[in-house]
Structures are given as structure tokens and as C-alpha cells.
């Protein structure tokens, strides 16, 4: 591994007391909010750069006193210099990984969308049993969740779910579950115990504070229909529902709680954060060549994970991961052990990629 120039350590270290002082100075609230927010991502980052530089120079220090031949020094430098040479290393990779290029989405909250693919009501079963292993997860972090339109499978389950998600770093976290998930089981209504394979598809998208998108009255249509509460309870009776077509895209978004005027608001809310997801993919296509080293496109026809029952196993299939725990996985209580695995090849991929490059 490349080791992080001194001068590259300086000017993070640097950056970060810039901001410090003036933060102190600062009086516009929103410059205040931009520099608070560039201080918290900063300071991990400074605390291990500084920590690095303090080993650097105590392993010089250490080699000097090997060097100087002092019989009562040399064997007590002697164990520092070992030490330091094995601790060294993993220093340099975690100030590496944090000075890692930031995808400007990481610490956005999400919107995330369900929907029933391939394998009729046990695919609906499978997208309600991904939603409850994603609430699940979602608790742990501490995040909040919110539903915004949901339709209930025949049989249970969801044929369509779309959610926000709001927390510290939640994109960041959840983007690489984009795609479609297969799950290998037999159904509780097949007789001869035959496994059937269905599938759902989860699209996660980005929701970042305040998004600049310019929507013309003329280009949407707004539509309002019944609707009824997530999870089918309490039918409205009212053309409360609210469904907005950006007709130049035919991006549709909709919200269907009781009050037409918070729909209204949620749904073009929703419609931006689609027309945005729209921009920083065709972003992304552009980068194709950046792309080819990532784990995957997060497009929602990528076939990205298994879950089979009868083996208890769960396979990513971008990364080769195996784990025999899928009835921990599906019950959210062990999904991080997935995601994490997502997040670290992810990170051993930019290292390699910035390697290469040097």
C-alpha cells in the first residue's frame, strides 16, 4: 500500500482548523449549518491523520536511538521500532479509507420502493418480509420511517411499498441494496412441498435536504383519487390520494394519506427526488469507466441477492458472499453483516483504483 504523503496529512489538518476558526466567526445560519457540517465530516479524519503522523515521527525517534548504539536504550527501541512497524500499516489503510473520494449522496436520507416481481402473492410475502427485515434494520440505526403509499398484496405482504427514510447516513448505508432480490422456499400454500423461486425489487434513491429541481406547472398533471391507509386499514372515502405525472418523463409519484393538501406536498417531494435520482444516473452513465469499478450499478434489474430457505443461506452475488444465517439476515437482526461486507469491498475497490493511479 501507498503511504499518504506528509504534505496531503497537512493540508486535511489544515482545511479542518480553516474551518474551526471560522466557525467562530461565522453569523449567517445557513454558512454556520455548511461549516458545522464540514467540521463533523473533517474531525474523525484529522484525529486519525494526527495520530498517524505522531507514530511516523515516533518510530524515526526510536530508529534514531537503535542507531546510537546506548546499551541501556537499544533493546527498549529495539521493541518500540517493532511495534510501530506493525502498527504503521494499519493506520496508513484507515486514513486511506477515510480520505477515500465521499459519494456527495453518503449522508442523504432515502426514499426506498418495494415491489412484488416475478411469483405472484409469494412475491408480494417476500416484499412484505424484506420490508420488515429493513424496519427491523432501520430501528437499530436509529433511523426514522416513514410510509408513503402502500399496496397490500392478495395474500399479504406488499405488491408495491414506497417509504422515507431519514437518519445519519442512511444512503450511504443503503445504497447498494438496489436491485432485484430473489428467494428460493417453498410457499405456504404449495402442497407437495416443491421450492419456488419469486423475486421483488428494491430501488433506493437519494433524498438529500433542499433539492434544486424546477418542475413547470405546465409539465405535470396531478390526478386524486380513494385511497386507504398503509397496510389496507381504514378506507378513505374521500379523492384524498394524490398521484403527480411529470409528463415529459413519465415519472409518476404518489401519496395517499388523508389529507389531500399534505399529499399534494409529499407527493411533489417525492417527484424531485425522482427527477434528481434521474440526473445522477444519467451522472453515472457518463462515469461509465469509474462505474466498471464499483460493485454494481444499484439499477433496479440487477440480480443482487439470493435468500434460500432450505439451506438457510443468503448469497450476494456481486460480491461472492455467503452467509448461513438467513434467519437471522431476514429478521434485520444480522442484515449489517451484509451491508458492511458491501461497504468494506467497496472501499478495497477505490483503494485499489487509487493505487493504480499513483
Known amino acids: ?68 548504539g546506548d546499551p541501556d536504550m537499544v533493546e527498549l527501541a529495539r521493541d518500540e521500532v517493532d511495534n510501530l512497524r506493525e502498527r504503521l500499516p494499519d493506520l496508513e489503510q484507515e486514513v486511506q479509507v477515510l480520505l477515500l473520494p465521499k459519494d456527495v449522496d453518503d449522508k442523504a436520507d432515502i426514499v426506498i420502493e418495494l415491489r412484488a416481481g416475478t411469483g405472484g402473492d409469494e412475491a408480494a410475502l417476500f416484499a412484505g418480509d424484506l420490508f420488515r427485515m429493513y424496519s427491523r434494520y432501520f430501528q437499530l440505526m436509529g433511523w426514522k420511517v416513514d410510509i408513503v403509499d402502500a399496496a397490500e398484496g392478495d395474500a399479504g405482504g406488499y405488491k408495491e ?18 436491485g432485484v432480490h430473489r428467494v428460493q422456499r417453498v410457499p405456504a400454500t404449495e402442497t407437495q412441498g416443491r421450492i419456488h423461486t419469486s423475486a421483488a425489487t428494491v430501488a433506493v434513491l437519494p433524498a438529500p435536504e433542499n433539492v434544486e429541481i424546477d418542475i413547470r406547472p405546465e409539465d405535470i398533471r396531478i390526478d386524486t383519487m380513494r385511497s386507504s391507509g398503509a397496510g389496507g386499514q381504514h378506507v378513505n372515502t374521500t379523492d384524498s390520494a394524490v398521484r403527480i405525472t411529470h409528463l415529459p418523463t413519465g415519472l409518476v409519484a404518489t401519496s395517499s394519506e388523508k389529507s389531500q393538501h399534505v399529499n399534494r406536498e409529499k407527493a411533489m417531494d417525492q417527484l424531485k427526488i425522482r427527477l434528481y435520482e434521474r440526473e445522477r444516473s444519467a451522472k453515472d452513465a457518463e462515469r461509465a469507466e469509474a462505474r466498471a ?66
Open 161 to 178: 411499498l414506497v417509504a422515507n427514510v431519514s437518519g445519519d447516513g442512511v444512503f450511504g448505508h443503503m445504497k447498494w441494496e438496489s
Open 1 to 68: 500500500m501507498a503511504t499518504i504523503s506528509p504534505s496531503r496529512l497537512q493540508q486535511v489538518i489544515d482545511r479542518f482548523e480553516q474551518v474551526e476558526a471560522r466557525m467562530g466567526a461565522a453569523t449567517e445560519t445557513a454558512e454556520i449549518i455548511a461549516l458545522s457540517k464540514e467540521y463533523a465530516e473533517l474531525k474523525p479524519v484529522v484525529e486519525k491523520a494526527r495520530e498517524l503522523i505522531s507514530a511516523r515521527t515516533e518510530l524515526k525517534e526510536a530508529e534514531a536511538l537503535v542507531s546510537s
Open 293 to 358: 469499478s464499483q460493485i454494481g450499478s444499484g439499477d433496479r434489474s440487477q440480480k443482487v441477492r439470493t435468500y434460500n430457505y432450505p439451506e438457510n443461506r443468503v448469497t450476494d452475488h456481486r460480491i461472492g458472499l455467503t452467509l448461513y444465517s438467513l434467519d437471522r439476515i431476514i429478521t434485520g437482526d444480522k442484515l449489517n453483516d451484509v451491508i458492511e461486507a458491501l461497504i468494506t469491498e467497496d472501499q478495497a475497490r477505490k483503494l485499489s483504483a487509487m493505487e493504480a493511479d499513483t
